[in-house]
C-alpha cells in the first residue's frame, strides 16, 4: 500500500477540521478530525525524522491552528486555514517527506 505522504495528513488535518467544524457546526467535531490527523502525521513525523522533527512539525501545526484563528479577521478563514495549512505542509514535506 502506498505512503500517504505527512504534509498532506497535516494539510488535510487544518483544512477538513475546520471545514468539519464550519459545516457541521459542532466545533469538537471539526477537533476530533484536527486531533486524528495530527497524531497521524505524528507518528510519520517521528518515524521519518526522530523525536525533534516530530516536536518541531507538531508545534508547528498547533501553531497553524492557533495562528489561523487571529489572521482570519484579517484575510477570512478560508484564506487563513489554507495559508496555514500551506505552510506545515511545505515545512512537513521538507523535514519528513522529501527522500
Known amino acids: 500500500m502506498a505512503r500517504v505522504p505527512s504534509s498532506v495528513v497535516a494539510a488535510t488535518g487544518l483544512v477538513g477540521g475546520y471545514a468539519v467544524a464550519r459545516w457541521t457546526k459542532k466545533r469538537p467535531l471539526g477537533g476530533v478530525v484536527l486531533g486524528a490527523a495530527g ?9 521519518r525524522g526522530g523525536a525533534p522533527a516530530a ?3 507538531g508545534a508547528l501545526y498547533l501553531a497553524g ?3 489561523a484563528h487571529p489572521l482570519a479577521k484579517k484575510v477570512g478563514a478560508w484564506p487563513a486555514v489554507l495559508g496555514a495549512a ?5 515545512a512537513s ?3 519528513a517527506d522529501r527522500d
Do not use: T
Open 39 to 47: 497524531i497521524v502525521a505524528g507518528l510519520e513525523w517521528h518515524k
Open 55 to 57: 516536536a518541531g512539525l
Open 65 to 67: 491552528f492557533a495562528g
Open 86 to 90: 500551506g505552510i506545515v505542509a511545505a
Open 93 to 95: 514535506w521538507a523535514v
